[in-house]
């Protein structure tokens, strides 16, 4: 499991643009106060005099190795290992590792080399966000059986209920983005019974008694119907009261936090970098790449949709 920084390092190495080198070596009789050193967009100002108090404040000690230490021990602070970036320190030379870009607003106390480029399109807030676009863009381009694989799948379950047990409307969970099953108890039977998914049209002429074939039918053994509409689902009949007695199975909306694990399943992220790429690409009119790499992942999620959605239709026939 990689988590959404790792995935936009990966595409970044794909693209040729590496993770960044840069070294830091400190002229001390040139630094001044409110100097800045901005590492990965992180704006770092060094200060004078008092000790630092701010989160982003390194002091100015009284040479240049202990000052190269502070902006060392700053940086490690303000980047965790989820970020990949990291400093090291040795007289007075600070190194810093998988950045993007490192620039100073005084070039004279603070002198940079770089060993790769700086931050240029396709910009780390662009593979960011194309890795956001990717995660949804596959959600609702593969079926459920290949999102809810192992223990990193989108898949969820999760009882849900209105008090009264007269609610026939019942909001999804926070998360919902697409139900593939539905159960609940609707009547004097104990058992849940999964429900059959209608239009929101269906099902208002089923509770009206005006459906030709299906009817309202709340004793044991009958079909239920249900339907999704703003963000709730509609019962043909209201559940029976409890916090247990309706569970849906669904999709839940794909994470948004860099340093968090992607909720996709392990065998898909190799195609949300593809996601990312292609977006790279078409954005340095590379249009001819971003083609090839479309056939081939369009050809993937072919393969994979095929392989378990014949998995499902053959478990559904026994």
């Given at each position: 499991?990689a ?15 590496g ?14 106060d ?11 100002t ?9 989160l982003?404040q390194?002091?100015?000690?009284t ?9 060392e021990?700053l ?11 990291s400093?090291?320190?040795s007289?007075?030379?600070t190194t ?10 005084n070039t ?5 080399s ?14 960011d966000q ?8 596959l959600?609702?381009?593969v ?7 192992g ?5 969820k379950v ?5 008090s009264?047990?007269t ?9 919902f983005?697409r ?13 849940l019974y999964?429900?059959?998914?209608v ?15 299906w ?6 053994k009958a079909?239920k119907?249900?339907a999704?509409?703003e963000?709730?689902c ?7 009261t409890?916090?247990?007695k309706?569970k849906v199975?669904y999709?839940?909306?794909?994470q948004?936090?860099k ?12 195609l ?7 977006k790279?690409y078409?954005q340095?009119?590379?249009?001819d790449m971003?083609?090839?790499l ?16 014949s998995?499902?239709?053959?478990k559904r026939?026994?």
């Open positions: 499991m988590t959404l920084a790792a995935i936009s390092d990966n595409v970044r190495r794909r693209l040729g643009l993770l960044g080198s840069h070294t830091v070596t400190l002229s001390y009789a040139d630094i001044a409110q100097d800045t050193v901005t590492v990965h967009g992180i704006v770092l060094c200060i004078t005099g008092a000790a630092a108090v701010e982003a390194f002091k100015k000690e040479n240049a190795t202990a000052t190269s230490d502070n902006l021990d940086i490690d602070a303000i980047f965790d290992s989820t970020t990949r970036v400093a090291s320190s007289s007075g030379v810093i590792t998988g950045a993007r870009s490192v620039v100073t607003s004279t106390g603070f002198v940079i770089s060993s790769t480029t700086q931050d240029e399109p396709p910009f780390t807030s662009d593979i194309w890795i956001l676009d990717g995660q949804l863009w959600a609702n381009m079926v459920d059986e290949a999102l809810s694989l223990d990193t799948g989108l898949s999760t009882s849900f209920a209105d009264s047990g609610s026939t409307e019942i909001a999804w969970p926070s998360d983005m139900s593939f099953m539905v159960t609940a108890k609707i009547g004097s039977d104990a058992d999964r429900l059959t998914r239009t929101l049209d269906e099902l208002f002429e089923i509770r009206h008694d005006r459906h030709d074939l009817k309202v039918d709340a004793s044991d079909a119907y249900y999704t509409a963000g709730k509609y019962f043909s009949a209201a559940p029976v409890g916090s247990d309706a199975y999709i839940q909306e794909p948004t936090t340093g968090t694990e992607c909720d996709l399943p392990d065998g898909l992220e190799p949300l970098e593809d996601y990312a790429v292609i790279a078409e340095k009119q590379r249009y971003a083609q090839a479309l056939g081939t992942l369009t050809l993937s999620i072919q393969v994979i949709n095929t392989r378990y959605a998995s499902a239709a053959r026939r026994r």
